[in-house]
């Protein structure tokens, strides 16, 4: 099944910006030279002169090498720049000089925050927090670092004491707006993404996150609105934007102007996986299988683990016979886990697909062996055995899948088709009435469905047969094998009504 990436931009929004750390700065009033050289550059490093700022600090530091503040803000520089080594180099020296000076603490908390060990994040930030329980940005990269461990309820603390300590922190109420929207706490998000926005109407990234919000809801004109004021933020802001206004129009199902946005966001950012991946199952619901193959290939060359990414192109595959390469990628999905369930499932349908039952079955089982919960194996192998004229074993799967997955609306169809063709309508009218209030319009389910009114006969049965068939003309195109079954046996309940 293709998979659309909707939470990327969510999370890119994030991590586009560097999560958004604020370095600590420290700051104090003096007269005396080297005072006046480090304010001199700490304005330089606020007006984003870092080269500038990094050579004042240094000067500063030649003339006293145990200024604590020169040598904490060039570290604050270094950070800047991306370069944590030596970065983290300068906090270091500070804590040989003064074991308790918060800052230090603070921003090797960011450093590692940054780098992604969250941990080690989480026990320095609470150690800078404990030499000085006010700052706001200490507990702000605090929060951040507990989302990055998905501990997301410590993270909502820690970003409440943020904005408790002060009012005006935009990106804390941004980044707490975004984690409410992925916990779907949909009113939550929403007041802290607007009391972003009034602290600073510059926070394109809330904007970003709001139309998100609208996008959820179905409100496409604010949706719109608000990507529109995110475009006009830095570059890595626009990019999400252009790639959020391509999902309106994909949820709208105007597949040119989603393709337009994601091409923009591409330009701008080559490297945007998401969008290529995105883009390409646009092609591939068209039948431009060439198209989309080059597209996945591109977003697997950004990300060369995404699950998601191999999938679609092992499917894109399929749809094209290319089994020997669709088998290359699902090999090199065991080889980098050994128990991807899903990937032992694709690499049976291939097999299954290819005509080859023996290697198809091998597969699935695999798959369940690997995890066996996995509904999907079992609903396949139900289909292989079917194929073979295994009836009865097929039953079993496919009633495993149902047990796994209550939503599988294909396992319920063929439990209902075995056990209509074994003239038990009863319990056939059962499953193919879950299938149908699971997916009103799915036309294999109310065909078959009213094959067993048909034949059951009881009660309100004709009359029930009658309304799955007049459904399926509603749905299906005229030109449809579907509708001149279904126009075929409504003309027989209607006689058989007579």
Same mark, same amino acid.
């Given at each position: 099944?293709?998979?659309?990436?909707?939470?990327?931009?969510?999370?890119?929004?994030?991590?586009?910006?560097?999560?958004? =750390?604020?370095?600590?700065?420290?700051?104090?009033?003096?007269?005396?030279?080297?005072?006046?050289?480090?304010?001199?550059?700490?304005?330089?490093?606020?007006?984003?002169?870092?080269?500038?700022?990094?050579?004042?600090?240094?000067? &500063?530091?030649?003339?006293?090498?145990?200024?604590?503040? &020169?040598? %904490?803000?060039?570290?604050?520089?270094?950070?800047?720049?991306?370069?944590?080594?030596?970065?983290?180099?300068?906090?270091?020296?500070?804590?040989?000089?003064?074991?308790?000076?918060?800052?230090?603490?603070?921003?090797?908390?960011?450093?590692?925050?940054?780098?992604?060990?969250?941990?080690?994040?989480?026990?320095?930030?609470?150690?800078?927090?404990?030499?000085?329980?006010?700052?706001?940005?200490?507990?702000?990269?605090?929060?951040?670092?507990?989302?990055?461990?998905?501990?997301?309820?410590?993270?909502?603390?820690?970003?409440?004491?943020?904005?408790?300590?002060?009012?005006?922190?935009?990106?804390?109420?941004?980044?707490?707006?975004?984690?409410?929207?992925?916990?779907?706490?949909?009113?939550?998000?929403?007041?802290?993404?607007?009391?972003?926005?009034?602290?600073?109407?510059?926070?394109? =990234?809330?904007?970003?996150?709001?139309?998100?919000?609208?996008?959820?809801?179905?409100?496409?004109?604010?949706?719109?609105?608000?990507?529109?004021?995110?475009?006009?933020?830095?570059?890595?802001?626009?990019?999400?934007?252009?790639?959020?206004?391509?999902?309106?129009?994909?949820?709208?199902?105007?597949?040119?102007?989603?393709?337009?946005?994601?091409?923009?966001?591409?330009?701008?950012?080559?490297?945007?996986?998401?969008?290529?991946?995105?883009?390409?199952?646009?092609?591939?619901?068209?039948? %431009?299988?060439?198209?989309?193959?080059?597209?996945?290939?591109?977003?697997?060359?950004?990300?060369?683990?995404?699950?998601?990414?191999?999938?679609?192109?092992?499917?894109?595959?399929?749809?094209?016979?290319?089994?020997?390469?669709?088998?290359?990628?699902?090999?090199?999905?065991?080889?980098?886990?050994?128990?991807?369930?899903?990937?032992?499932?694709?690499?049976?349908?291939?097999?299954?697909?290819?005509?080859?039952?023996?290697?198809?079955?091998?597969?699935?089982?695999?798959?369940?062996?690997?995890?066996?919960?996995?509904?999907?194996?079992?609903?396949?192998?139900?289909?292989?055995?079917?194929?073979?004229?295994?009836?009865?074993?097929?039953?079993?799967?496919?009633?495993?899948?149902?047990?796994?997955?209550?939503?599988?609306?294909?396992?319920?169809?063929?439990?209902?088709?075995?056990?209509?063709?074994?003239?038990?309508?009863?319990?056939? &009218?059962?499953?193919?009435?879950?299938?149908?209030?699971?997916?009103?319009?799915?036309?294999?389910?109310?065909?078959?469905?009213?094959?067993?009114?048909?034949?059951?006969?009881?009660?309100?049965?004709?009359?029930?047969?009658?309304?799955?068939?007049?459904?399926?003309?509603?749905?299906?195109?005229?030109?449809?094998?579907?509708?001149?079954?279904?126009?075929?046996?409504?003309?027989?309940?209607?006689?058989?009504?007579?």
């Amino acid at each position: 099944m293709n998979k659309i990436v909707f939470l990327t931009a969510l999370l890119l929004t994030v991590s586009a910006c560097g999560l958004l =750390t604020r370095c600590s700065i420290a700051h104090a009033a003096g007269t005396s030279e080297i005072e006046i050289l480090i304010e001199k550059a700490d304005t330089l490093f606020e007006k984003k002169d870092l080269a500038e700022a990094k050579r004042v600090y240094l000067k &500063a530091l030649s003339i006293n090498a145990k200024n604590l503040r &020169a040598r %904490n803000n060039l570290g604050a520089v270094y950070m800047a720049l991306g370069d944590y080594s030596k970065a983290f180099e300068q906090f270091e020296e500070i804590l040989k000089l003064d074991p308790d000076y918060a800052n230090a603490y603070e921003n090797i908390g960011i450093i590692m925050c940054r780098k992604g060990d969250f941990e080690r994040a989480v026990t320095t930030l609470k150690q800078a927090l404990f030499l000085n329980s006010e700052s706001s940005t200490a507990y702000y990269n605090l929060g951040l670092s507990f989302i990055g461990l998905e501990n997301y309820q410590d993270g909502i603390k820690a970003l409440k004491v943020a904005v408790k300590l002060n009012p005006s922190f935009s990106e804390a109420y941004s980044t707490l707006g975004e984690l409410h929207y992925r916990l779907d706490n949909i009113k939550e998000a929403e007041e802290c993404l607007k009391k972003a926005i009034t602290a600073n109407p510059g926070n394109y =990234t809330a904007y970003n996150t709001m139309g998100l919000l609208n996008l959820r809801q179905a409100n496409y004109e604010d949706a719109s609105l608000n990507f529109g004021k995110a475009l006009k933020g830095p570059r890595g802001v626009q990019v999400i934007a252009l790639y959020n206004m391509g999902l309106i129009y994909l949820t709208k199902n105007d597949a040119a102007k989603s393709i337009e946005y994601f091409k923009k966001a591409t330009e701008l950012e080559p490297g945007f996986a998401a969008a290529f991946n995105d883009w390409a199952m646009i092609l591939i619901k068209q039948g %431009n299988f060439a198209e989309a193959e080059k597209l996945l290939v591109k977003a697997i060359m950004v990300e060369p683990k995404n699950l998601t990414f191999n999938i679609n192109l092992i499917d894109c595959y399929k749809k094209t016979s290319k089994f020997k390469e669709a088998l290359d990628v699902c090999d090199y999905l065991i080889k980098l886990d050994a128990k991807n369930a899903q990937a032992y499932d694709e690499k049976g349908h291939i097999y299954y697909l290819s005509g080859d039952a023996k290697n198809a079955k091998e597969n699935y089982e695999k798959a369940i062996a690997a995890n066996p919960s996995y509904a999907e194996a079992h609903y396949k192998l139900g289909v292989l055995y079917d194929k073979v004229g295994a009836g009865d074993r097929a039953l079993t799967e496919y009633q495993a899948a149902v047990k796994l997955n209550p939503a599988h609306v294909f396992a319920y169809n063929n439990i209902g088709f075995s056990l209509m063709n074994s003239l038990k309508f009863d319990d056939a &009218a059962k499953n193919l009435e879950a299938a149908v209030n699971i997916n009103p319009n799915f036309t294999f389910a109310l065909y078959n469905l009213g094959i067993v009114y048909f034949n059951r006969n009881k009660g309100a049965d004709l009359a029930n047969a009658r309304k799955m068939f007049a459904k399926i003309l509603e749905i299906e195109p005229k030109e449809s094998n579907f509708y001149k079954l279904a126009s075929d046996a409504l003309t027989q309940v209607e006689s058989k009504g007579k």
